[in-house]
């Protein structure tokens, strides 16, 4: 597991600022920590290392400054990569899981992509790519990066707050971060029939076809 709490407080407030960036809406940054790397950020402010002010502030305008960079980018050369069948950054299962989350759920994905790793990266470069009109992306963007940028900071922050020695569990309370913010991707895996026998098969409780 990366070391979250080094990484922040090494990087501080630029660095926050620009993995935020990054992941929220630059497509070589889905592999980024996300919403544990928010949330040890707002540990890290409920023990004095950062101020939960800037932590917000940051996380906000780097989640709504991202997923417009993703948009836009998009929307001028998402066809030139979206279209290929594979590219040296880009795994092509990753663009068509997000393809189909964006089909199914349409521009309220903006929102809820923000709590689903690797989504959360390509669904402001599919708007952009299906020229969502900009006014309309950005309302969804704000609002998921007010929940998303602010809320998991602020999260983190109380819990901080309110656990005495709360440092001494940080790897764990990161960890059921991790948890919690892939049960969406979970839920949405195990739906198809294809791939609950391909997990059962591969845990050995259902013999390969």
């Known amino acids: 597991m990366i070391d979250l709490f080094s990484l922040i407080e090494a990087l501080s407030y630029p660095g926050l600022f620009l993995l935020v960036f990054a992941e929220s809406g630059f497509f070589l940054g889905w592999f980024l920590p996300g919403d544990s790397l928010l949330f040890t950020a707002g540990i890290l402010a409920s023990l004095g290392y950062l101020k939960i002010i800037p932590v917000i502030v940051l996380c906000f305008f780097g989640a709504v400054l991202g997923d417009s960079f993703g948009y836009y980018f998009g929307k001028k050369l998402g ?11 880009l795994d092509r299962k990753h663009i ?8 199914k759920h349409g521009p309220k994905t903006i ?7 690797v989504v ?17 992306f950005l309302s969804y963007n704000v609002f998921g990066a007010v929940v998303w940028g602010i809320g998991i900071p602020l999260l983190g922050f109380y819990l901080g707050n309110l656990i005495p020695n709360i440092d001494r569990y940080l790897l764990p309370a990161i960890f059921l971060m991790i948890i919690v913010s892939s049960l969406p ?25």
Do not use: C
Not at 79 to 89: A, E, P, Y
Not at 126 to 131: E, K, N, R, T
Not at 187 to 206: A, Q, S, Y
């Open 79 to 89: 066809h030139r990569i979206f279209t290929r069948d594979g590219s040296l950054f």
């Open 120 to 136: 959360r990266t390509f669904a402001p470069i599919l708007a952009g790519v299906g020229h969502m009109r900009y006014s309309r």
């Open 96 to 103: 068509q899981r997000a393809e189909e989350f964006y089909e």
């Open 111 to 117: 929102v809820i992509a923000r709590f689903i790793p």
């Open 185 to 209: 991707t979970i839920i949405h895996f195990l739906k198809h029939k294809e791939n609950r026998d391909k997990l059962l098969t591969w845990v050995g409780l259902k013999k390969a076809v």
